[in-house]
């Protein structure tokens, strides 16, 4: 059984989004490892900020198969395939990392390179694998995250709750 990360985002009905998105996740996948959740601006295009985080989970699935299902989940959600990469999004969901596999695995690169590029998917990565390393450079996402550039991009937590939990608590 692999260790996967997923990145999510949403910045359309946000809150609504993102909530399916962990409740389909943890009925399929059972327990999931949860970093807190933030909100950052728009990367790319002007538009409302988004809602992220980053969600652990054990799968069985090949990448393939775990590709197709997350597809599914976002197209519950209303994910229009049809709209400009750097747009608005009901839900997006992104394979990080597969364990410590690297390359492209049915079709999907792994480990994703949004995880050097943006701090919305560095930190939350960081908060919740902190002594885990990134499997093309050998260290870790507490460390990558100490070395980023965080003027970069602007983030912050936001008060979220799911199933009744506290994940995250504006600070």
Do not use: C
Request: net charge negative; glycine share 8%; aromatic share 8%.
């Amino acid at each position: 059984m692999a260790l996967v990360y997923l990145s999510l985002g949403s910045n359309v009905e946000a809150q609504r989004n993102i909530e399916a998105a962990m409740d389909a996740l943890a009925d399929t996948f059972g327990e999931l490892i949860i970093s807190s959740v933030y909100e950052s601006e728009a990367v790319g295009f002007e538009g409302d900020s988004f809602y992220n985080l980053v969600v652990g989970i054990h799968s069985t699935q090949s990448v393939g198969e775990l590709s197709k299902i997350l597809k599914a989940v976002e197209d519950v959600q209303g994910r229009d395939r049809t709209a400009p990469k750097f747009g608005a999004r009901s839900l997006d969901i992104d394979i990080l990392t597969v364990d410590d596999r690297v390359g492209v695995i049915d079709g999907v690169s792994i480990p994703r390179d949004e995880i050097l590029k943006n701090a919305f998917v560095l930190q939350p990565l960081a908060e919740i694998a902190a002594t885990t390393v990134h499997p093309q450079l050998g260290t870790s996402y507490l460390q990558l995250w100490q070395d980023f550039d965080k003027d970069k991009q602007k983030l912050w937590p936001i008060d979220f709750v799911w199933r009744g939990e506290n994940i995250t608590r504006a600070k």
